[in-house]
């Protein structure tokens, strides 16, 4: 049996995000607190949301203190500024780490405790604040997950933790917010979406509802990220992209990533590459490893992307997805760890923790093909020769 859950309010378009004030009244809310950070603060767009929320008679605070892949020191500042305020709920506006950052404070603003208590395996079904999310990228689709990921500073841990109460009531999907995105956000969210929709797939606990979303989701993205990386003003390609990261983001979030997110995350947490371009920098040499347990599976994925037809065997078909997947990589610069700069007698000393870390996430459990430690080390190696 499939158990789905999904944000009560979706809307999704063209302007979505200026109905924050409707959305707020319908779901009787009336004193947010607007979790972004300091890029969309200087851009002005924070303030055209508080605007839009001043004229429908609702009075906003911001924090605007988020970092990249969000730690436990600035989750902490969040749930101190939340405390200072009178806030019945919490709006997410911006990337994957401002929505990530959302979700945990309206957590602990309500629960309290230290983010650490509620990593993975424990379950967190139990709500806080209600989180009402506005993604500006493409990517995350944390918009519609029952995730949140947040990196203990003191063990450089990713913390994957899951449960319902991180899933946000409502989401405001308007793919105008993503024209301004740099190329190489652009790029790298993009494989992040494509990535949650494969591991979607794929995964031990996909079922007919999340195999019906992820394969939507490769549909709307696989013909247009290159499209946005070459054009970043295409609008019909921009509104493509940020549909099916919601779309991927449904589909994970309804049966589970896999591989690619347990191996991504301890590369995010010690060497602090971007969560998107870690997964990008795993995809192809993960993929070629877990196929042969899944071909048939693999197989649909291409596909759907549009890369093999029908007529072809399943064995093609999978061939042709690896060569994709490297040709991505290959066209959008995505860069190894080594280009990336990361240090070989760092990134060598770290592997076996990197495989603890993974394997402790739960996500490789997930996978077709399950990794022990050593086949985990190897695909490391094999990442890092390109």
Sequence with gaps: MASIALPRILRIGGGASRQLPEVLATLGLSRPLI??????????????????????????????????????????????????????????????????????????????????????PHVQDIPGLPVIAIPTTAGTGSEATRFTIVTDEATDEKMLCPGLAYLPVAALVDYELTFTKPRRLTADTGIDSLTHAIEAYVSKRANPFSDGMALLAMRAIAPNLRRVCTDPSDAAAREAMMLGATQAGIAFSNSSVALVHGMSRPIGAHFHVPHGLSNAMLLPAVTAWSAPAALQRYATCARAMGVADDSEGDQSAVARLLDELAALNRELEVPGPAAWGIDAARWDTLVPTMCAQAAASGSPANNPRVPDADEMAMLYAQVWAG
Excluded: N, Q
């Design 35 to 120: 979790v972004t950070d300091s890029w969309l603060e200087g851009s002005g767009r924070v303030a055209e949301l508080a605007d839009a929320l001043a004229a429908a008679g609702i009075a906003a605070r911001v924090f605007a203190d988020t970092v990249p892949d969000p730690t436990v020191a600035s989750i902490d500042a969040g749930v101190a500024f939340l405390k200072d305020g009178d806030h019945d709920c919490v709006v997410g506006f911006g990337g994957g780490s401002p929505l990530d950052s959302a979700k945990a404070i309206a957590l602990l603003g309500l629960h309290g405790g230290a983010m650490a208590d509620y990593k993975a």
